[in-house]
């Protein structure tokens, strides 16, 4: 899936099927995931993932507390700021309307708004569940750092050709799943991501966006998104290790093609073209490697789950091909 369509697809869904999720697919979306930018490299995010009979107890435990007009526990963070000015408000406000009219709940009728707001504590039917917590040391750059996460996170899963729903409603009740997950001491609940195959009548409507010029401020350049691209790109394919040199070498390198041509001597293999992505493999049969961007993460053989370490992808230096390195990068945490 390009990552446009992934972009443009996710979307918020309420309403899952059920059909359950393989171990392997969610391990290698988080695993990939651990290459999510981070400040300094603090990775401070700390996920604990739930599915089978540990997610449907957490829902019973939840659904009995909201049953029982429990009001939540004592909030460890603030969703929103108490005076919510515009053009922020209105947002919300229209987000909410135009999610009630797409269920078909009219504006007075507030018990059926309550079933709908209940529903994420269900999960929406969703078959796995991932909870997302934070050193509560960590400040607001580090929150930031969740929400790049997340957003890579949910966007693999996309790719994967499941959808989710992020939701800070988990925080409501926070202690219920912490007793299911037991975290470490010290952290924060941030939100819940339910996860799984969207259900055949989920709502497809999309909440609309702000238009550019409203979020966007062009200083300088071209400012204006060319004819005939997306989003101000050209949809060209990208120059990749093997494609030949231009005949006109750049201003400025003009050894860049004897520079070439003298690592293809060091490495007969680029000659033959066989220099690329190392660790690339699309196949996705059992016992098969599966990559993200070169992260060689292999699938678990029968009767063992482990979550592989992330590898980095190889960067050419300035030496010769023989000379590319790889680095491991600590995967994120995971328990399920």
Avoid at 179 to 187: K, N, Y
Avoid at 308 to 316: E, F, K, L, S, V
């Amino acid at each position: 899936m390009d990552v446009y369509e992934a972009v443009a697809s996710r979307r918020a869904v309420r309403r899952f099927s059920g059909e359950p999720i393989s171990r392997e697919t969610l391990e290698r979306v988080l695993s990939a995931a651990a290459r999510s930018p981070s400040g300094a490299n603090l990775q401070p995010w700390h996920v604990y993932v739930l599915t089978d009979a540990p997610l449907a107890e957490l829902k019973k435990r939840t659904a009995e507390r909201v049953t029982a007009g429990d009001p939540g526990d004592a909030r460890e963070y603030q969703m929103y700021p108490p005076d919510l000015k515009s053009p922020y408000r209105d947002r919300r406000s229209a987000a909410a309307e135009q999610r009630y009219a797409a269920l078909g709940i009219p504006h007075e009728d507030r018990r059926s708004r309550e079933a709908a707001v209940a529903a994420n504590w269900d999960c929406f039917g969703a078959p796995a569940a991932l909870f997302c917590y934070i050193d509560r040391d960590m400040g607001p750059a580090q929150w930031a750092d969740l929400g790049m996460y997340l957003q890579t996170v949910m966007l693999l899963l996309r790719a994967e050709g499941l959808h989710t729903c992020p939701q800070m409603a988990w925080s409501v009740y926070c202690r219920t799943v912490a007793e299911a997950v037991s975290p470490l001491p010290g952290l924060i609940l941030f939100c819940g991501v339910s996860i799984g195959f969207e259900a055949p009548d989920a709502c497809r409507d999309l909440i609309d966006r702000a238009p550019l010029a409203e979020t966007v401020t062009f200083v300088g350049g071209r400012g204006v998104p060319a004819a005939g691209s997306v989003a101000g790109r050209d949809r060209r394919p990208s120059r990749s290790a093997t494609d030949p040199l231009p005949e006109v070498d750049p201003p400025g390198f003009p050894d860049l093609r004897a520079a070439r041509s003298a690592a293809r001597d060091a490495d007969p293999a680029m000659s033959a073209g066989t220099v690329g992505r190392p660790g690339r493999s699309h196949g996705r049969e059992e016992g098969r490697t599966h990559s993200a961007h070169g992260s060689g993460i292999l699938s678990s053989p029968p009767g063992s789950i482990a979550l592989p370490p992330t590898a980095m992808a190889t960067r050419a230096t300035a030496g010769p091909p023989a000379a590319l390195s790889r680095r491991i990068a600590p995967a994120g945490t995971m328990t399920a």
